[in-house]
């Protein structure tokens, strides 16, 4: 239905793409839906096809985790006082941030 698509500012060369990240051509497709994050997920005909998922914001999850822990990593391995209290300012200001972004990106 371009329309639709089109009112969520997509365009049908976009839903191609995304189709060919899923890996699947269009005449296999039940029905795609594009969520509030804009991204994609697709029913085919055949239930026996598999499609790759993505989980980006899971992975953006875990990388701004990963950050954090190096921040705080960074202030206990050096002996600089000044390096050491950014280290761990940054690192609580990145701790507010993932709780803040936690219902958003972590499933």
Sequence with gaps: MTEPLRMMGYTEGWLRDQLAKHQAKIEDVFLAQVDTYGELTVDLYDDML????????????????????????????????DAKTMYENSAKQLMDIIKKVKPLLHN
Excluded: G, I, V, Y
């Design 50 to 81: 598999q499609t790759p998922q993505f989980h980006e914001r899971q992975l953006l999850f875990a990388n701004l985790k990963k950050s954090q822990a190096d921040l705080e990593l960074f202030s206990l391995s050096t002996t600089n006082e």
